[in-house]
């Protein structure tokens, strides 16, 4: 199955992207907390590796697509942008993100706003540069957000994508498979009392074209200079793109 029939709660009356929305409304206010916990912090670090890749282009304007609670476009600020936009289809994980700028002193740099990775509310070559942080495998039409996302670069801007993907080696092959499919969902289930949205991520990550797959997929759609750089054993992929 793709990943872009893989949806959180199975229910054929609605679209992947309604589902994905009430999934991470559901979650919201446990979402930070279960996210640096399940990771035991690990995605931080892949943040800053992820956001260095983008010094390179010196980006003034930053679109973090998929925001979620923010914390691309938090790590993003290290580039001293003068604009960050955070962007997601959840409203409730917006609202979250929006007290943590808030909390931060930063709602004046980074804004926090609803919308969609297929109809970008900007102009072409809007931005210098744009990140995804696990969030393009729960895109509804994966190659239309893709498009979309390189139409609101700048030329010469980057892309930068940091998702899960699934390690070839032992023991971390096996440990992760045990992780992700035993103890996450467990432990998400525990302490979001959402139980499907801790085993829809699993399998959103088994269904996703990662890897070389993936880099086909932006080649094919525009992107140059693609580059992956798989971290902690594989567990998951920084993927950078140019226009």
Not at 99 to 114: C, E, F, N, T, Y
Request: net charge positive.
């Amino acid at each position: 199955m793709s990943a872009e029939h893989v949806k959180p709660y199975g229910d054929s009356g609605k679209s992947k992207k309604e589902e994905v929305a009430e999934m991470f409304n559901n979650i919201s206010s446990k979402y930070d907390f279960l996210n640096h916990f399940l990771s035991l912090g690990i995605d931080k670090l892949w943040r800053k590796k992820a956001v260095k890749l983008m010094k390179q282009v010196q980006p003034k304007r930053v679109l973090d697509m998929a925001t979620g609670t923010g914390d691309f476009a938090l790590e993003s600020l290290v580039l001293k942008p003068n604009e960050v936009v955070g962007l997601d289809i959840s409203e409730g994980m917006l609202e979250m993100g929006r007290q943590k700028m808030k909390k931060r002193g930063v709602d004046h740099i980074i804004s926090m706003r609803l919308g969609d990775s297929e109809s970008i509310p900007y102009d072409d070559n809007y931005f210098d540069a744009l990140t995804v942080g696990f969030g393009v495998r729960n895109f509804e039409n994966l190659e239309k957000g893709l498009s979309d996302m390189l139409r609101v670069i700048k030329p010469g801007g980057m892309a930068v994508i940091l998702e899960f993907s699934k390690p070839k080696k032992f023991p971390i092959k096996q440990l992760f498979g045990l992780y992700s499919n035993h103890i996450l969902p467990f432990i998400g289930k525990t302490v979001s009392k959402d139980a499907r949205a801790y085993t829809y991520l699993p399998e959103s990550v088994a269904a996703f074209p990662e890897g070389k797959d993936f880099e086909n997929i932006l080649i094919k759609l525009g992107y140059k200079d693609v580059k992956l750089t798989p971290v902690s054993g594989g567990i998951a992929t920084i993927y950078t793109g140019r226009k």
